[in-house]
């Protein structure tokens, strides 16, 4: 069975190379500024993943969050993910 570390090794591999970021997270770095150099690769990773019918509920949630966060106010934005597809065939299930 295929997991996710050998399907994306190559692109964690060239994302990591041009990352920014410490990879060992402390305290004082637990914030770290997203890359868009990575984009490209989480972006592959999403197409390769993604099942016909897939999309996003709320979307105008979603743009209201980022209305407020780009007037410079604090958000908390969590997901919730509910899947009758086949990453049960690339994850295996937990015991």
Do not use: W
């Not at 150099?37 to 989480?42: M, R, S, Y």
């Not at 966060?69 to 009758?84: D, F, M, N």
């Amino acid at each position: 069975m295929e997991t996710l570390n050998t399907m994306f090794l190559d692109y964690a591999k060239q994302a990591a190379k041009l990352s920014k970021s410490s990879t060992f997270i402390t305290e004082e770095n637990v914030y770290q500024e997203g890359s868009e150099d990575i984009l490209l690769f989480l972006d592959k990773m999403v197409e390769a993943l993604i099942l016909p019918g897939s999309g996003l509920d709320g979307l105008e949630n979603l743009e209201e969050l980022l209305a407020k966060a780009e007037s410079g106010k604090s958000c908390l934005l969590l997901l919730e993910h509910s899947c009758k597809s086949r990453i049960g065939k690339i994850l295996p299930a937990s015991s």
